[in-house]
Each structure stands twice: as structure tokens, then as C-alpha cells.
């Protein structure tokens, strides 16, 4: 059995009654309480989201091919290039606001 780690943080949620019942149900019947029945799903989902975003398997010529993908020179695009040289939509418009008395 893996060691416990110490739980210090308190997570709340609001359910129908619905759900509560249908998660009482369900730790019940694997002999867990409905916080560790909670728990251990949500965590057991959260790794499984969070694989999809770390790591992905390739065929060796799928991996050639990114690899030679990322290898390969860059090429010029005009609308990226303007993308990042223009300012931003959040950038400051220094071009309406009043001049700086001196």
C-alpha cells in the first residue's frame, strides 16, 4: 500500500442530490468513503488529461518526421512577420493620449 501524503487542503463541492447518491452509490460498492471515492477519480482523471498534454507516442517514421520538421529552416511568412512586429491589441496607442507637460 503507497504511503500517505499529508492532506492539508479542503476542496468543496455543490451537487444535486442526484449525484450525491449516485457517488455514495459508487464508493460503496468499492469500499471507499465518498471523499476517497472523489479523490481518487478525480485524480485518476486529472493524469489522464494531463498525459494527453505531456508526452505522445510515434512510429519511428512519424518521429523522423517531426524531427525533420523541426529541423528544417524556417520559412519567411509576410503575416506572421507583421503579426509580431505590429503592436498588440493590449499594447498601449500612444498615438491619442495627450502629451506629457515638461
Sequence with gaps: MPA?????????LR???ED????????????RSVSEFVR???LSRAHEMLADRRMFVLSQ???????????AP???????QRL????GFFDADTSSAPAEKR
Design 4 to 12: 500517505r501524503s499529508v492532506r492539508r487542503e479542503k476542496l468543496d
Design 15 to 17: 451537487l444535486s442530490l
Design 20 to 31: 450525491k447518491r449516485t457517488l455514495e452509490a459508487a464508493a460503496s460498492l468499492s469500499n
Design 40 to 42: 481518487d477519480s478525480a
Design 61 to 71: 517514421s512519424k518521429w523522423d518526421e517531426f524531427q525533420a520538421a523541426l529541423d
Design 74 to 80: 524556417t520559412r519567411h511568412n509576410p503575416r506572421i
Design 84 to 87: 509580431l512586429t505590429e503592436p
